[in-house]
């Protein structure tokens, strides 16, 4: 073997290993541009097992020829479609005009019969123009970062400006070994150089990638966090959002791990148990719990979360997302509230009529009948009967009331005249409870208002206050203006609600009271979602107050 096929062979194998570079790139990420340069590197490697180390005799073939210069030109088009695609960029149609001329050319010279070094001269001449402007590409683009992509130009360029002079000492000359195994080196040098190109690319990408979401969870609304359970249980990441939500910092839960469990409310405690308990299973469903904030508010939160396992199947972590529903669960509450208003208020409808005119013949006869002179003895005993038919009324009117399903009749009217219509009579069951009625009444835009539903919930939640302080106590009716919304506060010094009463405040038969009827409250939310208002409750132990916060009217 001389020293013109050794060098062949060198300079096979640095193509070779250039194409195993790209069908791997290609093979590893699929992408169009790397199979592109593969597939002309491809072509370029035949071109040089089959022609350039004489398995065929080419030289003296006009179709041995044509196809030399085919290859030649078809792996330098594909070499730059596929550099057109990984810089982005449409392919020029010059380059396919030029392409289609050159090929002509080429084609016309075998059958004109011209020396051999005009045959090579336009493919290969070609193909050193093309790459060397693929080689200032990758030099002068400063999107491709590190050194990879000056190795890869340069080596393009070196690589044409050595086969420049290929058409001449193809014929036989003392360089061409040297060519060969120059050429080779190149090669090797681009495949290095490309292998260093994408992977600071993708090393890039990776890098922004991990930018884009931590920036995502730094700024989502929602706490994102990641807790280790194997080895040693910790938290190991979470989301800065968990100060708004809750009042403490990561760097307190980093601090302290068991904060997280201090803060669910001690009534789900036990919800919490059981989700820890049947990890992983538990997380196929969400977990909803009750939260109690810094400030000491109760919040209701919704976490996901999927496992995390470490190579030989162990449960190691949990990565999650837990969201504030509380104004879900608000809304939920009050739907289900006027549902079961809407069934209390057609079974109502049903019934009271029914109970209602027999009870109203059998007052009348116990009116007749006492007044006559053989019962005067028995009359506090027909009175008492009286009352309790009359209370059996009442109780029959405030069913009535919440099956009426109808539109309230909004004028626009003054709040603080309503209030001041009613004083007297408020003030008249005050006294008799030794309870001092304040006013504090604002100056407020007038409202679109059911003149008679206010006074019906105003006399309500007046008289719920009165009832919660059986000792006596101050109360005071309070109207202001806060943002855009009208406020009637309404504030007595009882003893507070109950939790367990205050979360099913509102809810049909609900009461504390021994001739309460749980309706009253349920009536006052049914007027205020006619108004579009909003009833929010403070209570403690020295007190409770009712706001009903109403929008202002467009007009």
């Not at 493919?123 to 970062?145: E, M, S």
């Not at 405030?398 to 004083?423: G, Q, V």
Request: charged residues 15%; hydrophobic residues 45%.
């Amino acid at each position: 073997m001389d020293y013109v096929h050794l060098s062949i062979i060198y300079s096979t194998i640095g193509t070779v290993s250039i194409v195993f570079i790209y069908i791997y790139l290609y093979a590893l990420y699929r992408q169009r541009y790397m199979g592109i340069w593969a597939l002309g590197w491809l072509i370029l490697l035949s071109r040089y097992i089959i022609f350039d180390l004489g398995l065929l005799p080419w030289k003296q073939s006009t179709f041995g020829m044509i196809t030399y210069q085919m290859l030649i030109i078809i792996s330098v088009l594909l070499f730059l479609w596929a550099t057109h695609i990984f810089i982005n960029k449409p392919l020029n149609k010059w380059w396919l005009y030029g392409t289609t001329i050159i090929t002509i050319i080429s084609v016309t010279m075998n059958f004109l019969g011209s020396p051999q070094v005009y045959k090579l001269l336009f493919p290969i001449y070609f193909g050193c123009f093309v790459c060397i402007w693929i080689g200032i590409t990758f030099i002068r683009n400063l999107q491709i970062l590190g050194v990879g992509r000056l190795i890869t130009g340069y080596a393009y360029i070196l690589w044409s400006l050595l086969n420049l002079a290929a058409p001449i000492i193809l014929n036989g000359s003392w360089f061409l070994p040297w060519a060969h195994s120059l050429g080779g080196v190149m090669r090797l040098f681009i495949a290095v150089g490309t292998l260093m190109v994408y992977f600071e690319n993708t090393r890039t990408d990776l890098a922004n990638k991990e930018t884009q979401y931590h920036l995502l969870a730094e700024n989502a609304a929602d706490i994102i966090y990641s807790y280790q359970i194997f080895p040693k249980a910790k938290i190991e990441y979470i989301s800065p959002s968990v100060l708004l939500l809750t009042g403490y910092s990561p760097d307190e839960y980093y601090s302290n791990n068991n904060l997280v469990f201090d803060l669910i409310h001690p009534d789900d405690h036990c919800l919490l148990e059981d989700f820890i308990h049947n990890l992983p299973i538990s997380i196929e469903s969400p977990l909803t719990l009750r939260l109690v904030r810094k400030d000491k508010t109760t919040l209701w939160i919704e976490q996901k979360c999927a496992p995390t396992y470490d190579t030989n199947g162990g449960f190691t972590a949990l990565q999650g997302i837990i969201r504030d529903v509380t104004t879900r669960k608000n809304l939920e509450k009050t739907t289900s509230m006027l549902d079961r208003m809407n069934m209390v208020g057609s079974m109502a409808a049903t019934v009271a009529h029914e109970i209602r005119n027999p009870l109203t013949t059998v007052r009348g006869y116990l009116q007749v009948m006492g007044s006559r002179e053989k019962y005067q003895t028995d009359k506090e005993k027909f009175k008492l009967m009286i009352e309790e038919i009359d209370r059996a009324n009442s109780i029959i009117r405030e069913y009535l009331s919440l099956s009426r399903k109808k539109l309230a009749n909004l004028e626009i009217c003054s709040l603080n005249t309503i209030i001041k219509a009613l004083f007297p009579l408020i003030q008249a069951d005050a006294n008799s409870s030794q309870v001092y009625v304040s006013l504090d009444l604002t100056n407020i835009p007038e409202l679109l208002l059911d003149e008679n539903e206010i006074r019906q919930l105003l006399l309500n939640l007046v008289r719920n206050s009165i009832e919660a302080m059986p000792d006596g106590g101050n109360l005071a009716i309070h109207t202001f203006q806060e943002d855009s919304k009208i406020v009637l506060s309404i504030s007595d010094q009882g003893s507070g609600i109950p939790p367990h009463i205050l979360d099913n405040l509102g809810t049909p038969f609900m009461t504390t009271k021994d001739t309460g009827t749980g309706l009253g409250l349920p009536i006052c939310y049914q007027i205020a979602h006619r108004h579009n208002a909003k009833i929010k409750i403070n209570t403690n132990h020295e007190g409770t107050t009712f706001f009903v916060n109403f929008s202002l009217p467009i007009l």
